[in-house]
């Protein structure tokens, strides 16, 4: 799909999706991680690689079916430059993100890479030339002081027993994932498939290679292997949805909407994982929904 008007409206409607099954697919790989260790009776974990090698066959496998059944004008030397910067960032954003939901508690991870839209925002000022109103500057920073109550708040807890080096990894996963954000800004010409193709590919290569120098964790019975196979579906989802929305609007305009995140992170995970929500991330989640939903949408409204 050739995009050359903005719309920002739809583009907050495919972010909140895009988040939603981020957050739909991170729980079903902990699913799986409970299930296994239930059914074997052992403790079990994946490694991040599992997970990425999966989704990345999946999303790599649709992508080439799309383009052959509907084939795309060759891309320009400028476009192939940032598709490959979207698809190798992106890439490692994830494996520091799958690192982190694996090592540190879930609503900690998120927060890392929720802070995205901080590193967006810069991007966009210096390499995009994007306004950011007044507007969209407290959406960014208040909705951010959010997503950190929400997480510190849920994993006040068990700070305690989280390594230092599994929490620097997670850090990373905030400014790789703005960098591959904003290289899909870069591409409003360029469809879908294609621009998820590169993501698709460098994962599955970098999944692969992982896995074959470390020894690989997948699950042995059939209960973990089939929350595994489900976490997929809302994988390759969130990145159809997430391309889409920052192909529709200014990046400035739609990241603040990545702060839903945590969320619908702390919502699933007291809804399926049992893990409890105190009062300071309540008061984070409602800054949340005020701040990283409500006033961007206002604003993006107003201005229609």
Not at 199 to 223: R, Y
Not at 225 to 241: E, F, G, H, K, R
Request: charged share 10%; hydrophobic share 55%; aromatic share 10%.
């Amino acid at each position: 799909m050739d995009i050359k008007a903005d719309r920002p409206l739809r583009a907050f409607l495919y972010m909140l999706l895009a988040q939603f099954c981020f957050s739909s697919n991170i729980l079903l790989i902990r699913m799986s991680e409970r299930g296994e260790a239930q059914a074997s009776g052992e403790a079990f974990k994946l490694t991040p690689w599992e997970p990425m090698l999966l989704r990345s066959l999946a999303l790599s496998l649709l992508c080439l079916a799309l383009l052959r059944k509907y084939p795309a004008r060759k891309l320009e030397p400028r476009e192939n430059f940032w598709i490959w910067a979207r698809g190798t960032a992106g890439v490692m954003s994830l494996s520091a993100y799958y690192y982190g939901v694996l090592h540190i508690p879930l609503g900690m991870a998120s927060l890392f890479s929720n802070s995205s839209p901080l590193y967006v925002t810069v991007l966009a000022l210096l390499m995009g030339h994007e306004a950011v109103t007044r507007t969209r500057g407290v959406a960014l920073l208040v909705g951010f002081a959010g997503v950190a109550l929400v997480g510190l708040g849920i994993n006040v807890g068990s700070a305690q027993n989280i390594a230092f080096q599994d929490v620097l990894i997670a850090m990373l996963s905030g400014p790789l994932s703005a960098a591959a954000y904003f290289s899909i800004r870069m591409l409003k010409r360029v469809r879908n498939e294609q621009i998820m193709l590169s993501l698709g590919l460098a994962g599955t290569l970098l999944s692969a290679l992982m896995l074959l120098i470390l020894d690989t964790h997948f699950p042995k019975t059939s209960q973990g292997w089939a929350w595994l196979i489900a976490s997929i579906v809302p994988a390759v989802a969130a990145q159809q949805c997430l391309t889409m929305a920052f192909r529709l609007a200014p990046a400035t305009q739609v990241a603040p909407l990545q702060y839903s995140a945590p969320l619908f992170s702390g919502v699933l995970a007291y809804v399926f994982l049992q893990e409890t929500i105190p009062p300071v991330s309540l008061f984070g989640m409602t800054l949340v929904i005020i701040f990283g939903l409500a006033l961007p949408y206002w604003e993006a409204h107003r201005l229609r």
